[in-house]
């Protein structure tokens, strides 16, 4: 397994870098990365935890220490939670190294060394890694900001996106699908896309032709029409393989 910051670093890269290429292929990255978010809760939790213990700040170590100690127990309580989401990370990852850095983050490696290292051998260095961190939340004030465009600025938009938009609780069977598309190689995804269009379209078409009601008629046309235009992104499928399911 590899170590969580290099999940991390690299989707901030990812959005990061594709924030400055392309803003339409930012929003792609945005969607895809909240899409395997809303698949696992752990993902979630340990992104922001990650995030949150690099950029917060303390007025005193003592308070730091507290923090901390909360935030690294539950992150070691819940570490075996990402087993189920890293495949589809890597894919993620796999499919845009052109905008993939694994920077190397001196707090992440310091937060996985604790979570997921610590043993008898090493308890020096954990209790020194704790002590950094610590020092580092309650003196962030002394600290200068070198690059440009920093990751967390986008680590933070996302969390606020995926807590607003991905909330609601999944099904399995919900949990499923997302995770068997986000993993669609672009042939499949062509093949399976055109296959729910066809069904959604076909559905519509049925009921347009049963309904007796002006109002839900026209309702119905407009989604129809949508639906033509949509063209074959692991986003558009998903919206429609939920529509078809809605309206079973």
């Keep these: ?133 610590c020092e580092n939340m309650s003196n962030r004030k002394t600290k200068k900001i070198t690059r440009v465009t920093n990751p967390k600025i986008l680590s933070k938009v996302l969390s606020k996106h995926y807590k607003e938009a991905y909330e609601g609780t999944l099904s399995e069977s919900q949990k499923n699908i997302l995770k068997n598309t986000l993993l669609m190689t672009e042939d ?10 066809d069904i959604a379209i076909n559905t519509l078409n049925n009921l347009i032709s049963e309904s007796k009601e002006d109002e839900l008629s026209i309702k119905l046309v407009e989604v129809k029409n949508e639906i033509l235009t949509l063209n074959p992104t692991k986003k558009s499928y998903i919206k429609v393989r939920g529509l078809v399911e809605d309206l079973k």
Excluded at 8 to 27: G, Q, R, V, W
Excluded at 188 to 197: A, G, S, V
């Design 1 to 133: 397994m590899k170590n969580f910051s290099h999940y991390k670093t690299s989707l901030d890269s990812i959005l990061e870098n594709s924030f400055k290429k392309d803003k339409i292929l930012f929003k792609n990255n945005l969607s895809v990365i909240m899409g395997a978010m809303k698949f696992s809760q752990p993902l979630r939790e340990f992104f922001t935890l990650y995030n949150e213990i690099e950029s917060k700040e303390f007025s005193s170590k003592d308070e730091s220490k507290s923090y901390l100690t909360e935030a690294l127990n539950f992150l070691k309580e819940n570490k075996s939670g990402l087993n189920k989401v890293l495949p589809i990370l890597d894919k993620i990852i796999d499919d845009r190294k052109e905008l993939c850095e694994d920077i190397d983050n001196n707090v992440y490696k310091k937060i996985d060394n604790i979570v997921f290292n610590t043993n008898i051998k090493n308890l020096q260095t954990i209790a020194e890694d704790k002590n950094y961190l």
């Design 188 to 197: 499949t995804l062509n093949k399976e896309f055109k296959n729910i269009k």
